[in-house]
């Protein structure tokens, strides 16, 4: 039988040349990927382990509320369905809960999809997005997937007395002009745990040209409890270029349904709306979102089992002599002293996967997601035997 030379294995002559790299749009090409936090199921099969914990995505060790699981499994029976393109329910509940109007929420596969669709909506080539060092890796990523310029502000000194490494706003300030569209502003903020409070925030929000977006993410809010964190929803009437991002993967433990929003001025969330895939949230995730927002004792519960978790891990670390960014989120970040590869191969084999935050510019940080008192013992063990 005659070869199909379509399926024979060979290149086609014509098309040896052929580079995908350098074919890619010059942002592609400099781009290195998001590095997940290795999943429980490869650390096992990899070292042959069992009963391997997790601890580096900031997940909720209490996993999603029993209300969002039901409502999930019974989204699922209508699965052949497309899912409601314009999420009315679940806007119309968000809507209610921050007191705006449902043209007011965009709706995100997490809130990573908001994060990428505001790229695409304002940033391209000779426009720039501001952001600061140690800032969630994602702004980065999303400004260069559209070639757009990342100009990163400098963060507050590691020997900042409250913040160190946080986000150093006047800093970030200096670097707008008319060329930055969008300026990124993660509180708290992911590695370092650091946060803004309100007077400094509005300050700066209301500091900013009405030429720029500035987003504020805020997907740790629920578990931020100082007095003075601001609540930026509140202030949309005054400010319509701001954008406020929230996530369903934090406190919510829906993190695998991939379930996130805008809250914006319905000017901005008619521009999401008009680049967003059709169908981006799909059933399950819109059902168990639903049912997740009824279930305030699931929240609390989270919120109490993090605030004595951050607390646990982090006066450990310091009977250590670690040094300890001070964290208001379910994450606590803290310096090795040293190469910290070593340290976290050490604690892989003893079953605890945690997250080393170089690619932050945090040279010798680790970074480790609160969990259950006995998680958080295990994480402890299992650093003092790599420290050892
Ligand atoms: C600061 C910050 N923003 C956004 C996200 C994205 O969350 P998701 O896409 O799961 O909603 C994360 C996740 O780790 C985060 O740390």
Known sequence: MASNPSVSGQADPARVDFD??????????????????????????????????????????????PLAVEAGHAALADAHVYPDGNGFELKSRL?????????????G??????????????????????????????????????????RVAPALPADHPAQPFGHDLAAMQSRVNADVRVVFVANPNNPTGTWLDTAALEA??????????????????????????????????????????RTFSKIQGLAGLRLGYAVSSPGVAELLNRVRQPFNVNAVAQAAGLAALDDAAHVAKSVAINRAGVRQVSEALREMGLRVIPSVGNFVTFDTGRDP??????????????????????PGHLRVTVSTPEDNDRFLMALKKALA
């Open 20 to 65: 995908p790299v350098t074919l890619a749009v010059a942002g592609v090409q400099r781009l290195s990927p998001y590095q997940p936090g290795k999943p429980v199921a490869t650390l096992e099969r990899e070292l042959g382990i069992t009963q391997a914990i997790k601890l580096a995505s900031n997940e909720n060790p209490l996993g999603p509320s």
């Open 95 to 107: 809507a209610e809960r921050h007191g705006v109007a449902p043209e007011q929420i965009t709706l």
């Open 109 to 150: 596969n997490g809130s990573n999809e908001v994060l990428e669709l505001i790229a695409r909506t304002w940033l391209a080539p000779g426009r720039a997005a501001v952001f600061s060092a140690h800032a969630f890796a994602v702004y980065p990523l999303v400004t260069q997937a559209v070639n757009a310029e990342a």
């Open 204 to 245: 700066f929000v209301a500091a900013m040209p009405a030429t720029t977006v500035i987003v504020v993410d805020e997907a740790y809010f629920e578990y931020v409890e100082e007095a003075s964190y601001p609540d930026t929803t509140q202030w949309l009437d005054r400010f319509p270029n701001l954008i406020v991002t």
């Open 341 to 362: 590869g070593p340290v976290y191969d050490v604690m892989l084999r003893e079953g605890v996967i945690t997250r080393p935050v170089e690619n932050y510019g945090l």
